[in-house]
């Protein structure tokens, strides 16, 4: 009987994938910061960075799921840094009114 | 706002920018952050900052810590906090005569993989807005025991006003992987994001109506609960449908809402 080795393994790294992605549907978790503040404003993102590392850190090794971990992680500082800019923008705004 | 209160306020926005910044928009704000923090208004602080420090010396025993694997070395900072500071203001003006330097600075000493961009990020978080932090507190206290008229005004305006929070609920990319199965899926994220959209539009036209301010408060805690309802990924039909319609009965804000729901109901579950 021959046996693909190669298949096996693309399986557990499917199966695996599954376990992971499950595990980040819905909310993950809530930051909040001072959008004026830069430093408030990183830890915000260091937190969304554990929060990624938290559900998937032990997945990181997958094929498939390690690259989704910088991703998402590049995902959620980007997100952050736009909602404190949008936050600043309108505090000016207001501050004019 | 006095000049001292505008540099810091400057020196901050610098930061933010940097925040923001990529690998090829970077080296214009950090120019900009090295130039404010040796603002002629700082020449005496800044003498006396770095007074017996030798930023030649530390950084030879800084790249003698590499070893031979990337992310192996180590900034050799010396224990004295003044020390330290004043080593960072060197740094700082020595990559912004030599800019062409700081991606590979970066990415010695603030390795986080082969990406410039978060190299350049790591620098910031760990090197650059410490320093500002750190650096606007030398000023002050510097300031104020010498008696000259320091604006204790934080550069995040603190002294101005309250600041105002901003409360993000993150969620999970939604991403899927299927094994022995077929995906006949809809992308909910996609959805998520629209209803997002026309959550904020409705809120804008709840400010803008004509409205007593207790309606406002309370047609904004509806959106609130909505938004919470959209932000759980698996929104209720009946929840959502029974918050929007205890909308204020305006043509606009209905208009708004019916997308919304047409958007929810279409795509998530009864």
């Known amino acids: ?97 | 706002m006095t000049s001292r209160e505008n540099l810091f306020r400057r020196i901050n926005n610098s930061l933010l920018d940097m925040q923001a910044a990529t690998s090829q928009t970077f080296e214009q704000h950090f120019l900009t952050f090295a130039r404010l923090i040796a603002d002629p208004s700082l020449q005496a602080l800044n003498q006396q900052l770095v007074i017996g420090l030798d930023l030649d010396q530390f950084l030879s025993d800084s790249l003698a810590t590499q070893g031979s694997m990337a992310g192996t070395a180590r900034l050799t900072w010396p224990v004295d906090a003044h020390e330290t500071l004043g080593l960072k203001w060197l740094l700082i003006q020595e990559l912004a005569r030599e800019p062409q330097r700081l991606l590979s600075f970066a990415s010695t000493f603030y390795t986080v993989g082969r990406n410039w961009t978060r190299e350049l990020h790591s620098l910031t978080r760990q090197l650059l807005i410490p320093f500002g932090r750190d650096y606007k507190e030398f000023v002050v206290s510097s300031e104020e025991v010498s008696g000259e008229t320091s604006d204790t005004a934080m550069p995040d305006g603190s002294a101005q006003h309250t600041a105002q929070y901003v409360t993000y609920n993150i969620s999970g990319s939604n991403a899927r992987v299927n094994n022995h199965s077929v995906d006949n899926s809809v992308n909910k994220l996609i959805v998520n994001q629209a209803a997002s959209n026309q959550i904020q539009v409705l809120r804008d036209e709840i400010q803008r109506a004509s409205l007593t301010a207790e309606q406002k408060i309370e047609a904004t805690e509806v959106v609130d609960e909505v938004e919470r309802q959209v932000g759980s990924g698996h929104p209720k039909k009946s929840v959502v449908s029974a918050l929007l319609s205890s909308l204020p009965a305006i043509q606009s804000i209905t208009t708004i809402a019916k997308t919304i729901s047409d958007l929810l109901l279409a795509n998530f579950h009864k």
Request: net charge negative; proline share 3%; no cysteine.
């Open chain 1, 1 to 97: 009987m021959v046996k693909i080795k190669g298949l096996e393994a693309l399986q557990k790294t499917l199966s695996e994938a599954q376990k992971a992605l499950d595990s980040v549907n819905g909310e993950l978790g809530t930051l909040s910061f001072n959008p004026e503040d830069p430093a408030s404003i990183e830890a915000a993102i260091a937190e969304s960075e554990r929060l990624v590392d938290e559900r998937l850190g032990s997945y990181a090794g997958n094929a498939i799921v390690g690259p989704l971990i910088s991703q998402m992680k590049d995902a959620y500082r980007t997100a952050v840094v736009e909602k404190a800019a949008e936050a600043r923008l309108k505090g000016e705004a207001a501050d004019d009114e």
